[in-house]
């Protein structure tokens, strides 16, 4: 397993920590994103498709932002993420109240490029799917 990966994903992720989504250099053409849970979850093809959900699901948040917790290199393909979400809710003018919560995101890095990115906003259940240990991320033994 290379650094290669981690390097690219740390990357990204450091422009999302200061709100920064405009890039998707680091997206293959032909990404899939994948919400896995929440209220809204689905899945779309390519970076406009991307560009569009992710929008449409930051439009109901002042203030979001998200913070890396850890990476971890689950292979030669995966990365996972974990992240915490922060941000003020609005809804026509009224405040929601600030919202935080602990997920997850895999990604999958093929040639340089990030291939598939999966969401998860209950990190419970993104560790549950890939087989790891509840609050370490680390592999059930």
């Given amino acids: 397993m290379g650094s290669a990966n981690v390097d690219?994903?740390?990357s990204m992720?450091?422009?999302w920590e200061r709100g920064d989504y405009s890039?998707?250099?680091w997206a293959d053409a032909e990404i899939e994103?994948?919400?896995?849970?929440?209220p809204t979850p689905g899945s779309w093809r390519g970076v406009v498709a991307m560009a569009?959900?992710?929008r449409e699901g930051l439009s109901g948040w002042r203030d979001f932002h998200e913070e890396a917790e850890q990476y971890r290199e689950l292979d030669d393909e995966r990365v996972l993420v974990l992240v915490d979400?922060?941000?003020?809710?609005?809804?026509s003018g009224l405040e929601l109240g600030e919202m935080r919560a602990k997920g997850a995101?895999?990604?999958h890095v093929r040639g340089g490029k990030?291939?598939?990115l999966v969401t998860y906003l209950d990190r419970d259940r993104a560790l549950a799917d890939l087989g790891l240990a509840p609050e370490t991320g680390f592999p059930d033994a």
Avoid at 33 to 38: F, Q, S
Avoid at 85 to 91: A, F, P, Q, Y
């Fill in 85 to 91: 979400w922060r941000g003020s809710g609005k809804t």
């Fill in 33 to 38: 994103y994948v919400v896995a849970d929440g």
């Fill in 13 to 15: 992720y450091a422009a």
């Fill in 23 to 25: 890039s998707a250099e």
């Fill in 52 to 54: 569009e959900a992710v």
């Fill in 105 to 107: 995101d895999l990604v």
């Fill in 114 to 116: 990030v291939t598939r």
């Fill in 8 to 10: 690219l994903v740390h």
